[in-house]
């Protein structure tokens, strides 16, 4: 979603992820994760059970579409809260990862050259819950990035500070977060929780 500032203003992309260019495994590396059974879906939350742990996400229905009850899922999040009464976790800015169904198909041989970018594609159709931007960093912070596109700019905020040590001025890198807000005229948008991909980059979301 991209909520609306004046037109030609930076927007703002909090909880943002990002990415160099082609890198890989970047939920993995910049979100904290939980993997379980789903135990509860309704039209637009999931919740995962795993040793006792229940993990609720709220997403769109689309994201849930192909999800049922049995399932085995993994949900990243920028953080996740506890509530204090019943202990289980809550995802801030969800992005779900279907592992395996329920139901499985007998007789169906195991491709052992099951290609690297087949669990490319699986991350980044992860990655597309979230919006993104692409563009050059112009600035960096200890815990973000400034990053110009071809029509704006963003200002990225990590989870991971670590993963920004990777990264210089000038790189070309993708900014996925779940939505970009403007700002004040000229500035650029703020992406907190950014998830940040280098150019050929893998395995991002680990």
């Known amino acids: 979603m991209f909520i609306g500032s004046i037109p030609g203003d930076p927007a703002t992309a909090k909880y943002a ?18 993997t379980g059974s789903v135990i509860n879906k309704k039209k637009d ?26 399932d085995t899922v993994t949900i990243y999040g920028a953080s996740f809260m506890s509530n204090m009464a019943s202990g289980d976790l809550s995802a801030k800015a969800p992005i779900i990862e279907k592992l395996a169904s329920k139901t499985v198909i007998a007789n169906t041989s195991v491709d052992k050259s099951k290609s690297i970018s087949e669990v490319d594609k699986k991350e980044q159709n992860a990655l597309n819950q979230h919006q993104k931007l692409s563009g050059k960093v112009i600035e960096k912070t200890e815990d973000g990035l400034v990053v110009s596109g071809k029509n704006s700019s963003v200002y990225a905020i990590v989870s991971s500070p670590e993963v920004l040590k ?27 929780y950014a998830i940040v991909q280098k150019e050929n980059e893998e395995n991002v979301l680990k």
């Open 17 to 34: 992820i990002v990415q160099k260019e082609n890198e890989e495994n970047v939920l993995k590396k910049q979100y904290k994760m939980h």
């Open 45 to 70: 939350t999931i919740q995962i059970s795993n040793e006792g742990l229940t993990v609720t996400a709220a997403v769109s229905s689309e994201v849930l579409e192909d999800i049922q009850v049995g």
């Open 166 to 192: 990777d990264i210089q001025i000038g790189d070309t890198v993708t900014i996925y977060a779940p939505m970009f807000i403007g700002s004040i005229p000229g500035d650029p948008a703020t992406a907190k």
